[in-house]
């Protein structure tokens, strides 16, 4: 069980658990292709080969799985809309059992008593609009937009809170630059495109939202705390560079309408041309912050890295099942950092959690819960203004390139059976979460 209490958050105070639609409805009654089916599709890009044909069976199995989120004492549910299954083909007529879905699964939360908080891209981007480019393709903004109004006319009046995108720095480094992420590239041109267009979408969509009437609008960003190796100046320097790809280029594009100078000085070549006059797009006004937070990037100088001197290196802290440091104070120094340097909105920390080998007693992440707790306290009373947390992820999913190997719910799933299986640490959250 957990140390804490629940009184020491506040009664305002947000506790919801997450998910995402690629990694758990499986196709259902029928989607268009995304980038992520064909990537999978693709041998050797997911370690044990698998798919997201099926996932979680979700699309069938959504009241059992929000039945789980209440009785988890849950108030909230993060989840995201499959672009394909509104849209086949990204853009055009809308496919009408695709929004039906949507329809059942926000009703079931409002029924519940759950408050839906939507993302509307979570990677799984459909393959119709990659064949036009897709994020390298200025005009993913528009056809992001144009999805973004459908969304909010269609639902926006349910929705409790809207994300735009969840983690660009994985839609675009992560995919098109690093290679292993679909659709898989290796380029820092294709990179630095991604990056640029995937604001400009962010930007666009929460202009069409608001258009729409919806309320309570952000964006979802993954930060990592980069930290130097060794007290060396170079590594200084590493973990410096580090934390502007992964960390400063979006806080600083969504929340100050500039991107990291030096970044820029390094992406020139490859951004678009004309970037700059996009800017005060992409810095609209938003209602919150999203924050998702894992683990820190322990940085080292490497002169082979050509444009990008810096390597990650293997930490000497306790690790989880997919190798990640635990690192709770990293935490609390990012969403101080964000308060005090980026925005003083309300900040949800809309997904934390971590990979840990199969079975139902799971001390160490219940263990991993409680230290990432109290580094909420920690940054609180340090004066961040944290007004949320969201456990990832309710259910053991696809965890993209490593497949169904990685378990990061806190109810398992039997992937032959379909059946679920709260572990102890949902059992610590239904405790905590009691009324
Ligand atoms: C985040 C993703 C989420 C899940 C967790 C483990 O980067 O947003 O879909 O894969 O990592």
Redo the contacts with the bound molecule.
Sequence with gaps: MFGSRREEFGEDFVFGAAT?AF?IEGVGDGRGSSIWDTFAATPGNVVDGSDGLVACDHFNRWPEDLDLVRDGGFGAYRFSIAWPRVLPEGKGPPRDAGLDFYDRLIDGMLERGIAPYATLY?WDLPSALQDLGGWQNRDVARWFSDYADLIGRRFGDRLAATATL??PW?SAWLSHVLGKHAPGLRDYRAGARAMHHLMLAHGNGIAALRAAGVRNLGIVL?LEKCEPATPSPEDAFAANLWADVFNRFYLGAVYRGAYPAELVQRLEDFLPAGWEADLPAIHQKLDWCGI?Y?TRALMRHDPAGGLFPTTKVDGPLEKTDLDWEIYPKGLTDLLVEVSRDYTDLPIHVT?NGMAEVPGIDDPRRVRFYEEHLRAILAAKAAGANVAGYFA?SLLDNF??AEGYLKR?GIVEVDFATQKRTPRSSYRAFQELLRR
Excluded: I, P, T, V
């Design positions: 995402s990694q979570h969840n983690e994985c993954n998702n894992y997904e990832w965890e993209w990061f």
